[in-house]
């Protein structure tokens, strides 16, 4: 009859809602997770003699932030860790200036742009559900936080191919790997983004 399909399709829109409302009161919790797991992933941090660019799993992190909460969600995600290094707290890898002073030195530029990748690779992924596709995302992401290194070190160095050798050369293919990491993990998770109703 026909009200019980007006009735049923209420329902079906009314569990939608609800389950909407739920995904969304998550994301403030799941973006201070993740900035406390790159803070917690800054602690371990291997150095390499030839650079003052550490080897972390901190970029990983910082794209799967975007693609699970979605770019809006996961750039705030990255903007609070931000905001918790620049008062001081030790969120950021050992080595290196404390507080606001990091910004200035030579992972500056990276850091500064965790907030654009994240939104950048949640923005990408948010539009495939293939893996490839949310490698490319990840990637992407990630090409984005080089472009932020490359920039301060270009400064500090006064040199854009001696950037590139300090601040890409020895990480560009780890990363690809890490990039790839985070799309299966994305895939794990059984959504692009943690915002997005189930179906």
């Keep these: 009859m026909p009200w019980r399909s007006a009735s049923r399709g209420s329902i079906d829109m009314t569990t939608s809602t609800i389950r909407l409302a739920r995904a969304d009161?998550?994301?403030?919790?799941?973006?201070?997770g993740f900035a406390a797991a790159v803070a917690a992933a800054s602690q371990v941090a291997i150095p390499l003699p030839f650079t003052p660019v550490p080897i972390t799993l901190q970029p990983m992190l910082v794209v799967l932030a975007g693609m699970l909460l979605?770019?809006?969600?996961?750039?705030?995600?990255?903007l609070l860790y931000l905001a918790a290094g620049a008062t001081g707290l030790p969120v950021f890898t050992p080595m290196g200036a404390p507080g606001i002073a990091r910004f200035l030195g030579p992972t500056g530029g990276y850091l500064i742009a965790y907030p654009a990748a994240a939104f950048v690779a949640g923005a990408l992924a948010r539009r495939t559900t293939s893996l490839r596709g949310r490698w490319f995302a990840a990637t992407v992401g990630m090409a984005v936080i080089y472009v932020g290194g490359i920039a301060q070190?270009?400064?500090?160095?006064?040199?854009?191919?001696r950037a590139?050798?300090?601040g890409v050369t020895?990480?560009?293919?780890?990363?690809?790997?890490k990039a790839l990491g985070a799309a299966i993990v994305l895939g794990w998770s059984g959504a692009a983004s943690v915002t997005r109703p189930r179906r």
């Excluded at 979605?70 to 990255?78: H, I, K, N, R």
């Excluded at 070190?153 to 191919?161: E, F, G, K, R």
């Excluded at 020895?170 to 790997?177: C, G, K, L, N, S």
């Design 25 to 32: 009161a998550r994301v403030p919790l799941f973006a201070i």
């Design 70 to 78: 979605g770019p809006v969600a996961g750039a705030a995600s990255m």
């Design 153 to 161: 070190l270009a400064v500090l160095t006064a040199s854009v191919s």
């Design 164 to 166: 590139i050798q300090l």
């Design 170 to 177: 020895p990480f560009a293919a780890f990363d690809v790997v």
